[in-house]
T-cell receptor, first 116, second 112 residues
Framework: NAGVMQNPRHLVRRRGQEARLRCSPMKGHSHVYWYRQLPEEGLKFMVYLQKENIIDESGMPKERFSAEFPKEGPSILRIQQVVRGDSAAYFC??????????????FGPGTRLTVL | KQEVTQIPAALSVPEGENLVLNCSFTDSAIYNLQWFRQDPGKGLTSLLLIQSSQREQTSGRLNASLDKSSGRSTLYIAASQPGDSATYLCAVPSYNNNDMRFGAGTRLTVKP
């Protein structure tokens, strides 16, 4: 059973470009979470999605950031017009349905975004 | 609002020592608590998950305890080894269980 997969592992963008980060949850998981880790800081929640629905985006910056989790394919975190302050590690996690009462989150290896 | 604090921020010990990492959280109404390990430039590895009904979990040389009423958890590492050097993070679900709230971590260095 493959774990949470993220790609690319490293992404370099120039200011003003777009960054697209992908996350494939563990098999059987229908919940996806995105977190950001700035240098020397802990992980901060960004957004929580289920298939085709954004459940909680309270941690997302109001502008330039968006996320989706389509019916088919991976979850995408999209950052438009990147700035140097967006440089960070972006982690994706997935979990089972809440109905199972089992809400342990499993984390992917992260995508390290560097904005030049 | 759930806030998680980890003490100490950094710890350096000689190989072989037993050590304790501390985690505190402000809202005791949690479903569970997780301890993770993060190596430099790497992702998170889940070490232990303690459900709210449990008081401790053990895995090899690691033992994690949970005291919900006081909002505290400890991670005990026995007979530390240089390979244990990493940042250790604790996390609890937020009040609405939509996300995990992380501490800033304890950076552990075990010297040979």
């Amino acid at each position: 059973n493959a774990g949470v997969m993220q790609n690319p592992r490293h992404l370099v963008r120039r200011r003003g470009q777009e960054a697209r980060l992908r996350c494939s949850p563990m098999k059987g998981h229908s919940h996806v979470y995105w977190y950001r880790q700035l240098p020397e800081e802990g992980l901060k929640f960004m957004v929580y999605l289920q298939k085709e629905n954004i459940i909680d985006e309270s941690g997302m910056p109001k502008e330039r950031f968006s996320a989706e989790f389509p019916k088919e394919g991976p979850s995408i975190l999209r950052i438009q017009q990147v700035v140097r302050g967006d440089s960070a590690a972006y982690f994706c996690a997935s979990s089972h349905s809440w109905a199972d009462g089992h809400n342990e989150q499993f984390f992917g290896p992260g995508t390290r975004l560097t904005v030049l | 609002k759930q806030e998680v604090t980890q003490i100490p921020a950094a710890l350096s010990v000689p190989e072989g020592e037993n050590l304790v990492l501390n985690c505190s959280f402000t809202d005791s109404a949690i479903y569970n608590l997780q301890w993770f390990r993060q190596d430099p430039g790497k992702g998170l590895t889940s070490l232990l998950l303690i459900q709210s009904s449990q008081r401790e979990q053990t895995s090899g040389r690691l033992n994690a305890s949970l005291d919900k009423s006081s909002g505290r958890s400890t991670l005990y590492i026995a007979a530390s080894q240089p390979g244990d050097s990493a940042t250790y993070l604790c996390a609890v679900p937020s009040y609405n269980n939509n996300d995990m709230r992380f501490g800033a971590g304890t950076r552990l260095t075990v010297k040979p």
